[in-house]
């Protein structure tokens, strides 16, 4: 079956570590996205990439990096930075194009204490 | 004014009910409109894709666009209890493949036996 997996589910962090979330998609989309979602609070656009050793930031870029170095990977780090890092992180894919709707993972839940 | 607008809810209706789900927008620019459904604890899937105005059916569910007055529905009939979940509305200019994808908060519905 085809689609985006994202590891682990769950993860929690002390204040102050760097922690990476997993992010594979086997759909052989070229485009790759990280959200966020808080109650209350619509999806938020971290980073997305277009094409392998290429990214862009989005609105909330700031205390994230990512790396894409393989198409079918794009993790995404939450660094000592990131003020408020306790969210519900998604990641998404789509096929490049204009009619191209987002493929999303089921989420990793990150509390950071 | 935010950019998209959707009621939060929470909605709750009887087994059987039609359901209407609404969202509006400001930007006069956006021609692409969808919409994902999120159960608790998983990521968002697409439920319906429409582009510019008009109705899209997929069996008990009708998208409606109206660009005349900013204005997006989601119309579900003979409404189940496997129909609780949150409903995102979200919309674009260019599709959404380069990041610029805009959602609204959620709309949180419960369908009870």
């Known amino acids: 079956d085809g689609g985006i997996t994202q590891s682990p589910k769950y993860l929690f962090r002390k204040e102050g570590q760097n922690v990476t979330l997993s992010c594979e998609q086997n759909l052989n989309h070229d485009a790759m996205y990280w959200y966020r979602q808080d109650p209350g609070q619509g999806l938020r656009l971290i980073y997305y990439s277009q094409i392998v050793n290429d990214f862009q930031k989005g609105d909330i870029a700031e205390g994230y990096s990512v790396s894409r170095e393989k198409k079918e990977s794009f993790p995404l780090t939450v660094t000592s930075a990131q003020k408020n890092p306790t969210a519900f992180y998604l990641c998404?894919?789509?096929?490049?194009?204009?009619?191209?709707?987002?493929?999303f993972g089921n989420g990793t839940r990150l509390t950071v204490t | 004014q935010k950019e998209v607008e959707q009621d939060p809810g929470p909605l709750s209706v009887p087994e059987g009910a039609i359901v209407s789900l609404n969202c509006t927008y400001s930007?006069?620019?956006?021609?692409?409109f969808m919409w994902y459904r999120q159960y608790s604890r998983k990521g968002p899937e697409l439920l319906m894709y429409?582009?510019?105005?008009g109705n899209k059916e997929d069996g008990r569910f009708t998208a409606q666009v109206d660009k005349s007055s900013k204005y997006i529905s989601l119309f579900i009939r003979d409404s189940q209890p496997s129909d609780s979940a949150t409903y995102l509305c979200a919309m674009s200019d260019n599709g959404g493949s380069q990041g610029n994808l805009i959602f609204g908060k959620g709309t949180k519905l419960s369908v009870k036996p």
């Open positions: 429409t582009y510019s105005s």
């Open positions: 998404a894919s789509s096929r490049e194009g204009v009619v191209s709707p987002l493929h």
């Open positions: 930007n006069s620019a956006f021609q692409y």
